[in-house]
């Protein structure tokens, strides 16, 4: 297949045209340029390397009503809030029928990664990991322990079956907590993060100590706050939607002035769908309806580039010819692709290649 109209990746937006095979970028190269003299079937698009969602509790889309009307903590944190009591009340079989559901359409969407954060300790990540072994796509798990003081038992045992850990935040965790959770994830090369600053401002000098390779959320931080967080190298996942349903929202454009690494997350999948092309979408128009536009190619590469770049791989978000990346092509026009990403991408305007529509070589 060949597609002539724009590549949008680690290098940014540029036209371009891109032969595929089997999945694979076989070539690139300026419009009009390429080898195929008209042998291979053309369509118009914008090739992306494949998105990653930075931050969901998939957990919860176990639950499938409207949640009650209330503030983040009783809503969302523990012990005794709304989420934690469905999922109390929900059998291991539900749990994965609702993982694999929503991971199955993360799939659809052509997004190739997940960060989720699975509460329940290590029985909250069994569900999880059987979810995914029928799904094509990458699921970076992060557990939490139950027990507190941390049972350095619990927390091995936890670390052997997950990726890492994700903490609910500072002001729900003792620094005593969170400098062993963080030793413990860095001595076996676990990713360690963090919840901050969502529902009240927590100060940075908390948040970042001991330092997070990953923070979430950020949305009622202050530009000095931000600031600390761009010079501690310390990436943040935001969830737009997530924040909008409590009346608040991360300030991307200060987070772009910047020049944070910022990805972008759904959050709980009991508020909205784990959908990463309506996030980008929802990101773009709030920012202008507070007066603070932020641009579409940092909420295109918050998508596409910065989470491959925080996995460590990021030649997975280029296209080059004999590349790693699987792209996605994106039958949309472009002429301005990074605004058509952002503002345009539905899964009814993707196209995959056969073997990527089959999940080869994951």
Request: glycine share 6%; hydrophobic share 40%; aromatic share 6%.
């Given at each position: 297949?060949?597609?002539?109209?724009?590549?949008?990746?680690?290098?940014?937006?540029?036209?371009?045209?891109?032969?595929?095979?089997?999945?694979?970028?076989?070539?690139?190269g300026a419009l009009g340029t390429d080898s195929t003299h008209g042998r291979v079937p053309k369509v118009r698009g914008i090739v992306v390397p494949p998105p990653l969602n930075a931050h969901t509790h998939l957990g919860d889309a176990v639950s499938t009503r409207e949640p009650p009307g209330s503030t983040v903590d009783e809503l969302v944190a523990a012990p005794g809030s709304y989420k934690y009591r469905v999922l109390a009340g929900a059998s291991p079989t539900a749990k994965v029928r609702a993982i694999r559901s929503a991971l199955r359409r993360l799939a659809r969407e052509g997004v190739a990664g997940v960060v989720d954060f699975r509460e329940e300790g290590l029985a909250g990540i069994a569900p999880l990991r059987r979810a995914a072994s029928d799904v094509p796509i990458e699921v970076v798990a992060l557990g939490r322990p139950l027990v507190?003081?941390?049972?350095?038992?619990?927390?091995?045992?936890?670390?052997?079956?997950?990726?890492?850990?994700?903490?609910?935040?500072?002001?729900?965790?003792?620094?005593?907590?969170?400098?062993?959770?963080?030793?413990?994830?860095?001595a076996l090369g676990r990713t360690y993060a963090l919840h901050a600053s969502e529902a009240v401002r927590e100060l940075p000098e908390t948040y970042l100590d001991p330092r997070p390779d990953l923070l979430v959320h950020l949305a009622r931080a202050t530009p000095d706050d931000l600031r600390a967080v761009r010079d501690a190298r310390v990436p943040v996942a935001v969830c737009p939607r997530a924040n909008a349903l409590f009346g608040r929202q991360p300030d991307l454009r200060t987070m772009e002035?910047?020049?944070?690494?910022?990805?972008?997350?759904?959050?709980?999948?009991?508020?909205?769908?784990?959908?990463?092309?309506?996030?980008?979408?929802?990101?773009?128009?709030?920012?202008?309806?507070?007066?603070?536009?932020?641009?579409?190619?940092?909420?295109?590469?918050?998508?596409?580039?910065?989470?491959?770049a925080w996995l460590g791989r990021p030649g997975e978000a280029r296209i080059v010819e004999g590349g790693r990346a699987?792209?996605?092509?994106?039958?949309?026009?472009?002429?301005?692709?990074?605004?058509?990403?952002?503002?345009?991408?539905?899964?009814?305007?993707?196209?995959?290649?056969?073997?990527?529509?089959?999940?080869?070589?994951r």
């Open positions: 297949m060949l597609v002539e109209g724009a590549i949008f990746d680690a290098d940014g937006p540029r036209a371009a045209y891109v032969r595929l095979d089997r999945g694979r970028v076989v070539e690139t507190r003081p941390i049972d350095r038992g619990e927390l091995a045992r936890l670390l052997r079956a997950a990726d890492g850990i994700g903490l609910s935040s500072a002001r729900e965790e003792s620094r005593e907590t969170r400098r062993e959770v963080a030793r413990a994830c860095a002035r910047l020049g944070m690494r910022v990805l972008l997350g759904s959050d709980n999948a009991m508020l909205q769908s784990p959908s990463v092309w309506r996030e980008l979408e929802f990101a773009y128009a709030s920012s202008r309806l507070r007066g603070n536009p932020v641009s579409a190619e940092f909420l295109a590469r918050a998508a596409l580039v910065t989470p491959w699987r792209p996605l092509i994106l039958r949309l026009p472009p002429d301005d692709p990074s605004y058509q990403i952002v503002t345009r991408t539905t899964e009814h305007v993707i196209v995959r290649s056969p073997a990527r529509a089959r999940g080869r070589d």
